[in-house]
């Protein structure tokens, strides 16, 4: 049944998370905005590595670290995402276990508080790996999952970029609105929110949840529900999650292309990281890779100017970072509002 036995003994913990790539300028970003990002990082990672200290597995923990990336207006995910031409919210996630290579995931839903849980229940209790539209809601729905008015995920941010979007005539990442343009007062992109992580026996797992763009059309799905291009595992190799031009990640194989680098060409993670990054600019494309092994290393890489993304590991300390300075510890304030 499972392609990779679980381990005995005891791994080391790690959790890593990202909260979407992109052209994020510093200039745009207020001290109190950057503290806000901070702290939601630093609670993702609190709430999962909670999972994993408690003996949990690591798919439990990246759905606790994401869960609390969906529910946060911060990140282009869940609560905050973005809007389609159509002006609703179209929501995407997956992930996958990477003992049993089990996968499940969700596109183009607009009722689903946490894809997330969606994109796990899709892999636990469906023959399937992909549900998308009211077919996902449905079974979302009938397997008890909280469901939403569509008007939940409005936030008046994403429907101004929208608007700006729309007038002029532009489909934008969320976190790269363009040459030098941001969109409508943002201060800085934020997008896609991700995780890997490594639990106490040795299993990877890694999930990814997005928005997806602003102002896209025709049912349009990016990378991030799609198995080996935004989200891959593999005790063997790597858990990875992606963040970037969605089209040319689907294009390289993205989270795929970097864990087959580590399995077969025995490629160092962050060489991994940086060869597929470099596949994806050669097609036009940016972004970023965070990728986990099961050892416990990690490597968080990026070719846009900033990252949102963090760490924790056996000493339970958040560290979370944005440009590319070296990321810091962060105290988790619960009271902070997200
Ligand atoms: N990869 C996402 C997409 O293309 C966007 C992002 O990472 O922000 O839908």
């Given at each position: 049944m499972s392609t990779n036995s679980v381990k005995a003994g005891v791994s080391p913990l790690r959790l890593v998370i990202h909260g979407g790539a992109g052209a994020i300028k510093r200039s745009k970003l207020t001290t109190e905005r950057a503290q806000a990002y901070?702290?939601?990082?630093?609670?993702?990672?609190?709430?999962?590595?909670?999972?994993?200290?408690?003996?949990?597995?690591?798919?439990?923990?990246?759905?606790?670290?994401?869960?609390?990336?969906?529910?946060?207006?911060?990140?282009?995910?869940g609560k905050g995402s973005v809007f389609s031409h159509a002006g609703r919210n179209e929501l995407e996630s997956s992930i996958m276990d990477g003992t049993t290579l089990m996968a499940g995931a969700v596109a183009a839903v607009t009722t689903i508080r946490n894809p997330i849980r969606a994109a796990y229940t899709v892999m636990t209790k469906s023959a399937h790996v992909m549900l998308m539209g009211q077919g996902a809601e449905a079974f979302a729905a009938e397997q008890g999952l909280e469901i939403v008015d569509p008007s939940y995920f409005y936030t008046q941010k994403r429907w101004d970029q929208l608007q700006q979007a729309i007038s002029e005539e532009r489909v934008l990442r969320d976190h790269d609105a363009g040459p030098g343009t941001p969109v409508a007062g943002e201060d800085g992109k934020?997008?896609?929110?991700?995780?890997?992580?490594l639990d106490r026996y040795g299993n990877l797992a890694a999930g990814t949840s997005t928005g997806g763009l602003t102002n896209k059309r025709f049912g349009r799905v990016g990378d991030s529900p799609i198995i080996g291009a935004g989200t891959y595992a593999d005790n063997r190799s790597v858990a990875v999650s992606a963040t970037g031009t969605g089209e040319m990640f689907i294009r390289a194989a993205a989270a795929f292309n970097t864990a087959a680098q580590v399995r077969l060409l025995h490629k160092p993670i962050a060489e991994a990281a940086d060869n597929t990054l470099a596949e994806i600019a050669a097609i036009g494309g940016d972004g970023g890779l965070i990728v986990l092994d099961a050892k416990g290393d990690y490597a968080m890489r990026f070719n846009?100017?900033?990252?949102?993304?963090?760490?924790?590991?056996?000493?339970?300390?958040?560290r979370v970072g944005i440009f590319l300075e070296a990321e810091t510890p962060v105290t988790c304030s619960p009271a902070s509002a997200l």
């Open positions: 901070q702290q939601a990082l630093a609670q993702s990672l609190t709430a999962g590595y909670a999972v994993l200290a408690s003996g949990g597995s690591s798919i439990d923990a990246v759905i606790a670290a994401i869960v609390v990336m969906e529910d946060s207006p911060l990140f282009n995910a934020h997008g896609t929110v991700g995780a890997v992580a846009t100017s900033g990252m949102y993304r963090g760490v924790i590991g056996n000493d339970g300390i958040a």
